[in-house]
């Protein structure tokens, strides 16, 4: 079974599982994270064909040249954790990532700006990514944590108009993660066809199909070995 463009079209059921490596970005962004540790995240994309790797700044060079002629992608995040750097800084790290090889931009929103209602300023930024991003994917992290309901909507409604392609739930680096309430109220916002990303916390078979049934069309996750191999099979924990 072919995977669907971008993820962007949920597959539920027996079929996500049979193909949950191709939802899954594999995920490393601890900060102490070393060139071996990336070899390893990169091996184990191309054995277990993940859709990407997503990895900070400073490893997108490594990952390309790891990932050359695999057809796994390399994600990098933007802005990360945060969100809270200026908008030119957001847009100099997303080139910079693109001309180091990354195929796709996973960008914290601002959440301070959003919260006090500065939705111009929002939109506005991360309009100015995707057009640094030159046609590349660009997922926009809200850090759903973080914000109330109305704010959820108001923020996902933004990111769809800003010309990006996925909403994402969360860093994993906050104080919570990814819920499926939460996936459900971004599908619900954003349509049937825009992307949506869970990231956080996703550290079992279960949790992860339960998040694909929910709406979300690729998982960020620093389990996936062990999501499609099994808990014993990977020791990785905290994203």
Do not use: W
Not at 44 to 56: I, M, T
Not at 144 to 156: D, F, G, Q, S, V
Not at 206 to 222: D, N, P, Q, V
């Amino acid at each position: 079974m072919n995977h669907p463009p971008n993820n962007q079209d949920p597959i539920p059921g027996e079929a996500a599982a049979a193909n949950l490596a191709r939802f899954l970005d594999h995920t490393l962004l601890k900060p102490e994270a070393t060139a071996r540790d990336i070899e390893q995240l990169c091996a184990e994309a191309r054995e277990h064909g993940f859709f990407s790797v997503c990895v900070n700044g400073s490893r997108v060079d490594q990952a390309r040249r790891l990932l050359e002629g695999t057809g796994v992608k390399i994600a990098c995040v933007v802005g990360f954790p945060l969100g809270a750097m200026s908008d030119p800084v957001k847009c100099f790290e997303t080139r910079v990532a693109i001309e180091a090889g990354a195929h796709e931009i996973d960008i914290v929103l601002n959440v301070g700006r959003l919260k006090e209602g500065d939705d111009d300023f929002v939109l506005r930024e991360l309009q100015d990514v995707v057009e640094a991003a030159d046609q590349r994917t660009v997922k926009v992290i809200l850090e759903t944590c973080l914000l109330t309901r109305a704010e959820k909507i108001r923020a996902a409604r933004l990111v769809v108009e800003s010309g990006a392609q996925f909403v994402k739930t969360s860093t994993g680096f906050s104080t919570g993660g990814a819920t499926m309430d939460d996936v459900k109220l971004l599908r619900e916002t954003v349509g049937s066809t825009f992307g949506v990303k869970a990231s956080g916390g996703i550290r079992d078979l279960k949790t992860a199909l339960a998040m694909i049934a929910a709406g979300a069309t690729r998982l960020g996750t620093s389990a996936s070995v062990a999501l499609v191999k099994g808990p014993e099979a990977s020791k990785a924990a905290g994203y």
